[in-house]
């Protein structure tokens, strides 16, 4: 019996699957985003960019943005009980009010 893969990705079918008018690249202000510390933001996976993306269990989180690094920014989250810090690229980011 072959042994099933676990990759980052495993069992991402529906969460990793865009929208038929969706796909394709960012447009480059998706990408060019800049959030100020502070901002609340949500975390909404990009699949067609892989680079600054976040693990399948943050997807759909929300976090408060808390510096940059690189050219990513540093979220913070509650996952449960405990804080999380995830460093995510702009294209995988969302503003919420």
Known sequence: ?????KGLRSKTRGILT????????APPNKVL??????????IVMDPA???G?????????TGVV?????????????HGNKP?????RAEHLKPVQ
């Open 1 to 5: 019996m072959p042994v099933r893969s």
């Open 18 to 25: 865009k929208h038929p008018r969706d796909r394709g690249m």
């Open 33 to 42: 985003r800049r959030f100020d510390e502070g901002a609340r933001v949500a």
């Open 49 to 51: 960019q892989h680079k």
């Open 53 to 61: 993306m976040v693990h399948k269990r943050f997807q759909g989180q």
């Open 66 to 78: 808390s510096g940059k690094q690189g050219e990513a920014f540093v979220v913070q989250i509650t």
């Open 84 to 88: 999380k810090t995830l460093l995510v």
